[in-house]
């Protein structure tokens, strides 16, 4: 194992084996730790479109479609008394988002990280950063129980530990937690289960419920995976209760009609798995020598399948971010810049449709949506004018933009939108192109380029 590497990323999940591969590329010397070994389960099976335009510059993309995954054709909401859709068709050729096996899809990027250069290292756990002054130079490291142990130092090192948080939870203490989106997630997997009623093909259902909502999201090996979301405190008191998560989790299947019919006569063939969703970000997602990628800066909630969606659009600025400064294109404050406002402005914009959502909910006697509504403190520090102006930048339509803007206004307000459907351009709002590939939207005189390397690129130039 080497000593001493150029960039080290501390995680192999999808915002790791991104920026790797990525970085190895350009022909940097990249070295990855990962604690597990692969495959590994995960959750998080739902994938966005504006996930294929990052796969396709890793070139991954054609051995992702050649896998066998469920394509997903969009998402159907089943939110109160309303049914909404959002259809992923017209989108460009072919299949643009799949359903997939977290295992086989993660274990995927990490090996195509591999073939692109990547040294990657699997059942190796980072214990501590050294660092001298405030920027991190090098990892202590440990393998299994009884393994070996020692440390390597590097130029540059991106955090991408998921939730777990090398820097930002455990050494750096920097994570700040929402008040907003303080849920549980249960969930299991079902054989035989039913297709939804409505919806294109392959896509993920939404159902609600008085105390939260069901995910459905349908697997190519044939089975259903159906969880539920509910708030922190209607879990706990509902386990003691009723004496279980399974006890629990059958009453909230009684009382969605939607997801009762589906699993009825349906065979349950895995354990309940469950997970706390807590929204949190790191106070900054960069400092001296390091980013924070995916879930290791920040954690949303799993309403609109976001995750992997964030995860490699995050590793693909920290490629271009590190790429350009190592080139000496830019400077570690100009690069940093960039990548700390860019990424931090996706995550707020989704932060805000996500919270509008759960508002637009018409059972506005339910405790469990009111608690997910941002309050105005979170609207103050979110600056949320700007983070409505940032919903419709991008979007090449402008007046389906106005419908986005009036829904996110309307309900913050207190106001009807006279729009029901917030996610009416949902496809269009996670679109890669918001952001900044052009000198007229750059941020600090940066903005984001893919020829003739991905990097960073001057506006004046």
């Known amino acids: 194992m080497r000593t001493s590497t150029q960039i080290l990323v501390i995680g192999g999940g999808p915002a790791g084996s991104t920026a ?82 977290r295992a086989d899809f993660d274990e995927l990027l990490l090996n195509h990280a591999r073939q692109l250069g990547v040294e990657v290292h699997e059942g190796i756990t980072v214990r501590e950063l050294e660092f001298e002054g405030d920027r991190p130079v090098a990892a202590l490291w440990s393998e299994g129980k009884g393994g070996g142990s020692g440390r390597v130092t590097f ?23 929402h008040d907003v989106f303080k849920n549980v997630a249960a969930w299991t997997y079902w054989k035989g289960a039913k297709a939804m009623p409505k919806g294109p093909d392959g896509a993920i259902g939404v159902a609600s419920m008085p105390d939260g909502w069901f995910w459905i999201i349908p697997l190519a ?9 509910t708030g ?56 001296p020598g390091y980013l924070l990628s995916g879930d290791a800066a920040c954690f949303l909630d799993p309403l609109l399948s976001t995750g992997v969606h964030l995860a490699t659009y995050s590793a693909m600025l920290a490629a271009a971010s590190i790429g350009s400064v190592l080139r000496g294109e830019a400077t570690e404050d100009e690069a940093w810049e960039f990548y700390q406002t860019v990424y931090r402005h ?50 090449a339509d402008l007046e389906d933009a106005q419908d ?33 590939m052009s000198a007229a939207n750059a941020v600090g005189g940066l903005y984001l380029a893919f020829a003739p390397k991905l990097g960073l690129r001057r506006a004046g130039e």
Request: hydrophobic share 40%; net charge negative; proline share 3%.
């Open 20 to 101: 790797a591969g990525l970085l190895a590329k350009e022909g940097f010397q990249v070295t990855l730790f990962e604690r597990e070994h692969f495959p590994r389960y995960h959750i998080g099976e739902s994938i966005l479109p504006s996930c294929r335009p990052i796969l396709q510059l890793l070139g991954v993309w054609d051995k992702v479609n050649a896998f066998g995954f469920q394509p997903k054709g969009g998402a159907f909401f089943f939110w109160g008394d309303e049914e909404w859709e959002v259809n992923f068709q017209g989108m460009g050729d072919g299949t643009n988002a799949w359903q997939v096996t």
């Open 232 to 287: 922190r405190d209607n879990f706990n008191n509902k386990r003691a209760e009723l004496g279980g998560v399974k006890e629990l989790y059958e009453q909230a299947v009684a009382s969605c009609a939607v997801v009762k019919e589906l699993v009825d006569g349906a065979e349950q063939v895995a354990d309940f798995k469950v997970e706390q969703d807590y929204s949190y970000a790191a106070d900054s997602f960069t400092g």
């Open 155 to 177: 130029d540059y090192v991106i955090d991408a530990s998921g939730r777990g948080g090398v820097l930002a939870a455990k050494q750096l203490k920097n994570r700040q937690f």
């Open 346 to 395: 996706a995550y707020e914009r989704l932060l805000v449709l996500v919270s509008v959502f759960y508002e637009s909910y018409r059972g506005k006697d339910y405790h469990f949506y009111n608690a997910q509504k941002l309050t105005q403190q979170h609207r103050d520090s979110l600056s949320l004018q700007d983070a409505f102006d940032r919903i419709i930048t991008g979007i």
């Open 221 to 229: 090996d044939g089975t259903t995976s159906v969880g539920l979301v």
């Open 404 to 436: 986005i803007y009036a829904a996110v206004h309307g309900h913050l307000n207190g106001a009807e939108s006279g729009d029901p459907n917030p996610l009416n351009n949902l496809n269009k709002v996670h679109e890669a192109k918001q952001a900044p």
